[in-house]
């Protein structure tokens, strides 16, 4: 056992990951990177292998462990969110298990919970009734607002970035994809562009600026709508910040109209916060 661990001392990033992992099927692929359906050798135990091109990843400085240490932002993001290769579990994305820096790449390896779809794809293959719909929106904004507390901005919340584990009859609800993510403070402003052009705040478009807690609701209200309706309600720029409001079915309960129309408001400053969707009554009945 010495001389193995010597052995493994003296690998490259690049060969211990490949002692320690294999992969095959392409997750998704995106400008940042690819990600991969793989598992770890010792136990067969799924994983998914994030690849992002490493010219593309911002670092940051911080203090773990009493000592500075250099980190990929999105891995510190992880860490704080409770996602820790040294934590068990995770309520808010999958855990982080470890992360590698390749001469080229990062890779973070993610657990990847079987079976799993993302909220898009699993949209667009069933009807997903009111009641199932309120339970997975639920725990995404109890999620959301633990990522506020912790001042953690996801900045591309998306039906794409949310991970559904699918093994029961009540799906577990998780975000993923923290490449866009960065910290806040309470009133900062972000002037760079959010996520996913598609799915950010009118706010962004109309200004050239915007702050975490209205994005954010704004992103939420439009993976409810995904949920409802199974489709997008705004595509284009032009769609986004002509409309004096999003338009939205008389079909939904009044409650569940009032909370999606709360969210979907397009002045941040009227927009619902987090914590008032989740006291909202359509949540709470």
Not at 15 to 43: P, Q, S, T
């Amino acid at each position: 056992m010495e001389q193995e661990t010597q052995a493994d001392s003296t690998m490259s990033p690049a060969e211990r990951l490949c002692k320690e992992y294999k992969w095959n099927r392409m997750l998704a692929a995106g400008g940042c990177g690819f990600v991969f359906a793989g598992v770890r050798i010792e136990d067969n135990l799924p994983v998914a292998l994030k690849f992002i091109r490493k010219h593309i990843v911002a670092y940051i400085d911080v203090e773990m462990d009493g000592s500075s240490v250099r980190l990929p932002k999105e891995v510190y993001v992880l860490i704080r969110a409770g996602a820790s290769p040294t934590s068990s579990d995770s309520r808010v994305t999958p855990q982080l298990l470890d992360w590698y820096e390749l001469d080229q790449e990062i890779v973070l390896v993610l657990e990847r919970p079987v079976p799993c779809k993302d909220l898009w794809n699993w949209t667009q293959r069933r009807h997903i009734s009111l009641d199932l719909a309120k339970i997975i929106f639920r725990q995404l904004v109890d999620e959301a607002i633990e990522l506020e507390s912790k001042g953690i901005f996801h900045r591309d919340i998306k039906p794409e970035n949310v991970l559904l584990e699918t093994g029961s009859d009540v799906p577990r609800a998780r975000f993923i994809d923290f490449g866009h993510a960065t910290f806040f403070t309470p009133g900062q402003k972000f002037t760079n562009p959010q996520g996913t052009p598609m799915y950010s705040s009118p706010e962004w478009f109309r200004e050239n600026n915007y702050t975490a807690g209205p994005t954010t609701a704004w992103q939420m209200g439009l993976v409810l709508y995904v949920m409802l309706f199974r489709r997008r309600p705004l595509i284009k720029e032009v769609s986004i910040t002509s409309l004096r409001s999003v338009p939205i079915s008389t079909c939904l309960p009044p409650d569940c109209r009032d909370l999606l129309k709360g969210c979907l408001e397009k002045d941040p400053r009227k927009r619902l916060s987090l914590q008032s969707i989740r006291d909202h009554p359509w949540l709470n009945l």
